[in-house]
């Protein structure tokens, strides 16, 4: 069965490094996703990235967020400047097509992120 | 903006039925979905309506009201796996913006 794989599982930087998490869509998605959690919380929506542009982002999405699919599977999302407060669980998802009867996102495992 | 509003917790017993409301405010709404989140896992995919009306798929089913914007999922013969985090979810703005809500946190119990 097709599935988001991310990578890594668990990451741990130093604040004011640059982190780079990876996340490989299904295939034939259209639609991607990251998506932020803090431990206990709510999934936060940061970005979301359609025909190679970003079609909508959030008040978190800042200048030291930026997402790329630089080579049509992979699609990354890059921290510039990690702070403290970046420390969360990062998700990945696709969706093959929205609307219609039916919209289902995958989600990736996940990339757990630890700043110190 | 969107805003979505969901009990925080919810406990039941195996064997019971609990029902999970979800109210939501948002434009340019295309539809609600559920998702169900185990401690430490990826949230996955229950259900979505796109129309009013009652989604049945096993023990589970979800119900949306457009004219209330309002919904709920059902969990009928509720077994301990299904101890987890559910959220609603609402697609809007232009297709592009799935939004969870806080989630609701549902304990079974023996």
């Known amino acids: 069965e097709p599935e988001v794989t991310q990578t890594p599982s668990h990451q741990v930087t130093q604040m004011g490094q640059e982190v780079i998490l990876r996340c490989v869509p299904i295939s034939n998605h259209l639609y991607f996703y990251w998506y932020r959690q803090i431990l206990g919380q709510k999934v936060e929506f940061l970005v979301s990235?359609?025909?190679?542009?970003?079609?909508?982002k959030s008040e978190i999405f800042d200048d030291q967020f930026s997402v790329e699919r630089p080579d049509g599977s992979n699609f990354t999302l890059k921290i510039r400047s990690t702070k403290l407060e970046d420390s969360a669980m990062y998700f990945c998802a696709s969706i093959s097509q929205v609307g219609g009867a039916h919209t289902e996102a995958f989600f990736g495992q996940g990339t757990r992120l630890t700043v110190v | 903006g969107q805003s979505l509003e969901q009990p925080s917790e919810v406990t039941a017993v195996e064997g019971a039925i609990v029902q999970i409301n979800c109210t939501y405010q948002t434009s340019g709404f295309y539809g609600l979905s559920w998702y169900q989140q185990h401690d430490g896992g990826a949230p996955t995919f229950l259900s979505y309506?796109?129309?009013?009306g009652l989604e049945e798929t096993g023990r589970f089913s979800s119900f949306l009201s457009r004219s209330d914007s309002y919904g709920y999922l059902l969990l009928q013969e509720l077994q301990m796996k299904d101890s987890a985090s559910y959220f609603c979810?609402?697609?809007?703005?232009?297709?592009?913006?799935?939004?969870f809500g806080a989630g609701t946190r549902l304990a079974v119990h023996p």
């Open positions: 990235f359609y025909n190679n542009e970003i079609s909508e």
């Open positions: 979810a609402v697609l809007a703005g232009g297709y592009n913006k799935l939004i």
């Open positions: 309506n796109a129309l009013d």
